[in-house]
């Protein structure tokens, strides 16, 4: 991703900051906001997930998976019609 942000008169380190920075800022702003918004490319949103069976694939036994709070990503339209045209 940072050769693709890293034009020939960038340089590359600048790039890589710049990504580390906006993780950084995403990570940050999840623990005070519900909700964040990235123009042209989507949402990250907290969602519920309830508990539920599952089953330990290494062992076949059934498991308690428990109920937890999950990040999740609702991209724009204009993402999903670049996506799918």
């Known amino acids: ?3 693709a942000l890293c034009p020939e008169d960038v340089i ?3 790039a890589a900051r710049f990504l580390e920075a906006f993780a950084r800022t995403i990570h940050a ?4 906001a519900e909700k964040i918004l990235i123009p042209e490319v989507g949402m990250l949103h907290f969602t519920n997930r309830s508990a539920r069976k599952g089953r330990n694939l290494a062992t076949g036994k059934k498991i308690q998976i428990p109920a ?4 999740a990503f609702k ?3 204009t993402l999903q019609d670049r996506v799918n045209s």
């Open 29 to 32: 702003e999840m623990h005070s």
């Open 68 to 71: 937890r709070r999950v990040v």
């Open 75 to 77: 991209a724009t339209k």
């Open 1 to 3: 991703m940072v050769s």
């Open 12 to 14: 590359w380190s600048y």
